[in-house]
């Protein structure tokens, strides 16, 4: 366990609200992936500043950075007609949480986000679109989380705000403004997309999803993935395409999955999260600057575990890039605006393969940017997103560049135990647990020499 006291809990309005807001603040892309929190936590050593002053830093420059970042000082409610996730720009502020435990760093179990992030995460209401966290540790350390709703920015959105972050509060200013006009996404008359969509998504009702008990078995851990690993395995998916860094990691976690599969059934899928601002045409160059909301869909590939078994990693990557390559166009994108206008009174929706239905799938997600997180009191040693569990019953890994420029990857999964243990029982152990002692946290009655 991890208690942490909370010390302090305000809201912050920004200093200087516009007079205006986009007409636009919520896209028919944004609502396909729907209202539901995620955050992105960071862990920090202990600074030479002292705690309050990393406190008064966020107290003092939080409302000037609010004036870039309007709509999350509102509130997010159901549309009073359609029930639609709306979002309310009314400046009654971004939730501040500063908490304090005396766990010191070292002794946290980070290999186990059970252990970790989910007690470092601290709840906050449902109609906040955001909630900055600040927890101070016994070692002097901190956390540093930035809790939103995931219906008004995608990965790439929150990376943008993050650094955005660290820039303002060094500088004053910020080079680029974020965009949250989404009046760039709206629907085609006609609408016209291809009725293939219908099975991509299903309608999220609880009653037709894995129970509770069902997904709770899942296990959620933290891993490292080192750069020399990922050189070779990328050497070995590489044929007259060399594989990108994603294809390579991609073909080997397939190659578990098919190892736990083995012969419980033919086949096994891994699907990813693409996101759409690269693959759009010209026509939305300008509005992609510094665009936070959602641009994001889903591709997949299923095949025969024996196959997948059977064949080199060049295998895997070449299903991947295939499967990407079909998404990669703005027509793509625009289906998606036209089919959820259709649908979007339907309920909540969610992507079919992740539900967890038919053969075992993994969910990919891949942050390939650096994130620019000193804002004043040093680098942090890990980054990660946190979502809290849900009703989906597929496996899922997040990846992410870690810090420094060692060039290896930080992955937060969901998996079956099986899955785990093929994953630990590897005689490559390309997937190492992330330790204290790895992040450089060493016990109190440890000293370096």
């Known amino acids: 366990m991890i208690p942490i006291k909370i010390t302090e809990r305000t809201l912050i309005k920004a200093s200087n ?11 028919n892309l944004d609502l396909i992936i729907g209202h539901f929190q995620g955050t ?13 002053t990393i406190v008064s830093t966020i107290q003092s420059k939080l409302p000037f950075f609010l004036n870039y970042l309007y709509p999350y000082t509102g509130r ?15 400046n009654h502020g971004a939730e501040f949480v500063v908490g304090e435990t005396e766990t010191p760093l070292s002794s946290i179990d980070f290999g186990d986000m059970d252990q970790s992030l989910s007690l470092i995460h601290l709840p906050f209401a449902l109609d906040l679109p955001l909630s900055l966290q600040l927890v101070r540790f016994g070692c002097g350390g901190f956390s540093l989380s930035w809790g939103m709703s995931h219906l008004l920015q995608d990965g790439h959105g929150i990376a943008t705000i993050v650094t955005a972050w660290s820039n303002f509060v060094l500088t004053g200013t910020l080079s680029e403004i974020p965009n949250h006009d989404r009046s760039i996404f709206v629907p085609r008359l006609p609408l016209r997309y291809n009725p293939l969509l219908d099975q991509e998504f299903t309608l999220y009702k609880p009653s037709e999803l894995i129970n509770v008990l069902g997904t709770s078995c899942l296990l959620r851990k933290i891993y490292r993935v080192e750069a020399a690993d990922i050189d070779r395995i990328r050497a070995e998916a590489s044929g007259p395409i060399r594989a990108t860094r994603l294809e390579a990691v991609s073909a080997y976690v397939w190659k578990l999955l098919a190892t736990a599969v083995g012969a419980l059934d033919t086949t096994c899928r891994l699907a990813w999260i693409i996101d759409g601002r690269k693959r759009l045409g010209p026509k939305y160059n300008e509005a992609m600057k510094c665009y936070l909301g959602n641009v994001i869909t889903y591709t997949s590939r299923e095949a025969r575990v024996d196959e997948i078994k059977k064949q080199s990693l060049m295998y895997g990557a070449a299903l991947m890039r295939e499967a990407i390559e079909e998404v990669s166009c703005e027509e793509r994108f625009e289906q998606l605006v036209d089919w959820m206008e259709e649908h979007k009174n ?13 053969s075992p799938t993994i969910v990919i997600s891949f942050m390939p940017f650096r994130l620019k997180q000193d804002f004043g009191f040093g680098d942090p040693v890990l980054t990660l997103p946190w979502m809290r569990p849900g009703r989906l019953g597929s496996c899922s890994l997040n990846i992410i560049r870690s810090h420094g420029n060692d060039g290896s990857l930080l992955v937060t999964a969901r998996l079956w135990p099986s899955l ?9 152990k390309v997937f190492k647990p992330v330790t204290a002692e790895s992040l450089g946290f060493l016990p109190a009655t440890t000293s370096r020499l």
């Open 17 to 27: 609200p516009p007079i205006s807001t986009p007409k636009v603040l919520i896209s």
């Open 40 to 52: 992105i936590i960071s862990i920090y050593p202990a600074p030479s500043s002292p705690f309050q």
């Open 76 to 90: 997010i409610i159901a549309d009073p007609v359609s029930n639609l996730s709306s979002l309310i720009c009314n």
């Open 346 to 358: 339907a309920g909540k929706w969610t992507e079919t393969v992740g539900v967890g239905l038919g």
């Open 420 to 428: 785990a243990e093929v994953m630990r029982q590897d005689a490559e």
